[in-house]
T-cell receptor, first 115, second 111 residues
Framework: DADVTQTPRNRITKTGKRIMLECSQT?????MYWYRQDPGLGLQLIYY???????NKGEISDGYSVSRQAQAKFSLSLESAIPNQTALYFC??????????????FGPGTRLTVL | SQQGEEDPQALSIQEGENATMNCSYK?????LQWYRQNSGRGLVHLIL?????REKHSGRLRVTLDTSKKSSSLLITASRAADTASYFC???????????FGTGTRLTIIP
């Protein structure tokens, strides 16, 4: 969905470095999510936010932190990257005010490689 | 943990044939959704079926839901090369409505 953007699209970094992945949306949605996808697996939820003041851990939050700077921006940080965090990372949004309120809209993904 | 498990993991069919993929899940749900992912890209929502619905159609897509068996199927009729992608089911349950995704079916349409 072009209304959900992620930066950077690709990133190679070294073990121990701090990395921030950013997500912005112009859909006006209140809910935002971060997922990671490993080869051959589905998406695993890292963190989710139902509004600016609401941050919740997902299934695999260890080693990650997030910040919801505004309704439109949700960033994911890896404080000290490790090789097994090499994965494809997706941001998604949803709108709690619609009938299909948990239909999610995904960004294009960030491919992160930790050496 | 994965709530949904898709079956088969991979499927190859000739263009024009119908493709069927299945999803089983473990706990009670409020709704079930199907998403498509083209290689390395973000997921795109295809269709949502609520727990009180048994069948739903959208274009060439037909989704069924059997809550007694905790399973769903996605049928794509008259397949096209552009349907080549991975397909994921996702379930929403509980009060907070976050989604839990399955492991996906990789569909290849042979021209």
């Amino acid at each position: 969905d072009a209304d959900v953007t992620q930066t950077p699209r690709n990133r190679i970094t070294k073990t121990g470095k701090r990395i921030m992945l950013e997500c912005s949306q112009t859909k006006g949605h209140d809910r935002m999510y971060w997922y990671r996808q490993d080869p051959g697996l589905g998406l695993q939820l890292i963190y989710y936010s139902f509004d600016v003041k609401d941050i919740n851990k997902g299934e695999i939050s260890d080693g990650y932190s997030v910040s919801r700077q505004a309704q439109a921006k949700f960033s994911l940080s890896l404080e000290s990257a490790i090789p097994n965090q090499t994965a494809l990372y997706f941001c998604a949004t949803s709108d709690s005010q619609t009938v299909s309120y948990n239909e999610q809209f995904f960004g294009p993904g960030t491919r992160l490689t930790v050496l | 943990s994965q709530q949904g498990e898709e079956d088969p993991q991979a499927l190859s069919i000739q263009e024009g044939e119908n493709a069927t993929m299945n999803c089983s899940y473990k706990t009670s749900i409020n709704n079930l959704q199907w998403y498509r992912q083209n290689s390395g890209r973000g997921l795109v929502h295809l269709i949502l079926i609520r727990s009180n619905e048994r069948e739903k159609h959208s274009g060439r897509l037909r989704v069924t839901l059997d809550t007694s068996k905790k399973s769903s199927s996605l049928l794509i009729t008259a397949s096209r090369a552009a349907d080549t992608a991975s397909y994921f089911c996702a379930t929403a349950s509980g009060g907070n409505e976050k989604l839990t995704f399955g492991t996906g079916t990789r569909l290849t349409i042979i021209p």
